[in-house]
C-alpha cells in the first residue's frame, strides 16, 4: 500500500479558504482514484471529493462550487482547495487511494469509503463563524 503524509492542521474564519495536501509515498499506480474524505465526531466518514489518475475530478453535492481537488503528478500529492468555508464544514479530512488495473477518460472515481483502502492520518480543519 501507498503511504499518505497529510498537511497539518489548520483554521480560518467562515467565508474564507484554505488548502489541505496530501502527499503519497510514490506513485500509486498507473491507474487510480484519490479522494478526500471528512468526519466528524459521531458520524460517519463523508465523501467530499474524488480524482482519477485521467483528471476526472467528482464532487459531494455539499461542495460543489466550493471546493476543487487536483494533484500534481510530478509530487505525487493530492489538493484539496476550499473556499468559501463554512462552520458546518469544520471536520477531520482524509485523503485517499485506492490503485485499479484500468480507469476509463471520463470516469468519475466513486466517493465512498470503503471503496480505498490506502488512507492518510487525518487533517483537523477548523471553521469559526
Known amino acids: 500500500q501507498v503511504l499518505l503524509a497529510q498537511s497539518a492542521q489548520d483554521s480560518v474564519q467562515a467565508g474564507g479558504s484554505l488548502r489541505v495536501s496530501c502527499a503519497a509515498s510514490r506513485k500509486t499506480a498507473n491507474y487510480y482514484c484519490m479522494g478526500w474524505f471528512r468526519q466528524t465526531p459521531g458520524k460517519e466518514r463523508e465523501g467530499v471529493a474524488s480524482?482519477?489518475?485521467?483528471?476526472?475530478?467528482n464532487y459531494a453535492d455539499s461542495v460543489k462550487g466550493r471546493f476543487t481537488v487536483s494533484q500534481d503528478n510530478d509530487k505525487n500529492t493530492l489538493y484539496l482547495q476550499m473556499n468559501s468555508l463554512k462552520p458546518e464544514d469544520t471536520a477531520m479530512y482524509y485523503c485517499a487511494a485506492e490503485p485499479f488495473a484500468y480507469v476509463p477518460a471520463d470516469y468519475a472515481c466513486q466517493i465512498k469509503a470503503l471503496n480505498y483502502n490506502s488512507w492518510g492520518q487525518g487533517t483537523q480543519v477548523t471553521v469559526s463563524s
Open positions: 480524482i482519477s489518475s485521467r483528471g476526472t475530478a
